[in-house]
């Protein structure tokens, strides 16, 4: 993956000002025009450097080589953000591994099997049914099936009351 590969070159580079065991943060820039993937590590460093984080910044991105982690471009940006632009070619190469993963692309098995319940609405419909209801619903059977995608077994409980006059009333509010 791009970001493992951009994070392995920054931390190359931070060795090389002398600096180890700083974690590197990356994070996807909001304005897409600011490149593929931004860090603020040099702004971290810099009171610990006793340096500018623009020079920080600026030694750093002098200090990736231009062919690594298909990264086109990095530039230094604002205060002393480190902005990496990635190859085109480096990113349909990513739109290649999820077509070849198909339906399996991003699942993991993490929950080995282990039953997790999810219990979600619990909606009493002797009183006002509402908007929430159906959000907390479809939120709560979404947060299941992220939890199958990812290896856990999830039983769903929806609760609501049916019995007698709770149904008798919910006729006369409907």
């Known amino acids: 993956m791009s970001e493992a590969r951009v994070r392995e070159a920054l931390e190359r580079a931070l060795g090389e000002l002398g600096v180890e ?3 590197v943060h990356l994070e996807r820039p ?3 025009g600011h490149g593929d993937l931004a860090s ?3 702004m971290a460093l810099a009171s610990k450097l006793g340096r500018p984080p623009r020079e920080v910044a600026q030694e750093l991105a002098d200090a990736i080589p231009a062919d690594v982690a298909g990264v086109r471009k990095v530039e230094v940006a604002g205060p002393g953000f480190l902005n990496f632009h990635l190859r085109t070619d480096e990113l349909a ?3 290649g591994e999820v077509v070849q993963g198909d339906e399996a692309f991003g699942r ?4 080995g ?3 997790v ?3 979600f609405v619990s909606a009493n419909p002797t009183g006002p049914l509402h908007l929430g209801h159906g959000r907390q619903a479809a939120l709560g059977d979404a947060i299941a099936s ?3 995608w990812n290896g856990w077994s999830a039983h769903r409980e929806f609760y609501y009351n049916d019995a007698g006059r709770q149904m008798e009333l919910l006729g006369r509010s409907v």
């Open 21 to 23: 065991g700083v974690q």
């Open 30 to 32: 909001r304005d897409p």
């Open 40 to 42: 603020n590590v040099a």
């Open 93 to 95: 190469a990513r739109v």
């Open 108 to 111: 993991c098995a993490v929950g």
């Open 113 to 115: 099997s282990e039953s």
């Open 117 to 119: 319940m999810v219990e």
């Open 146 to 148: 992220l939890l199958e």
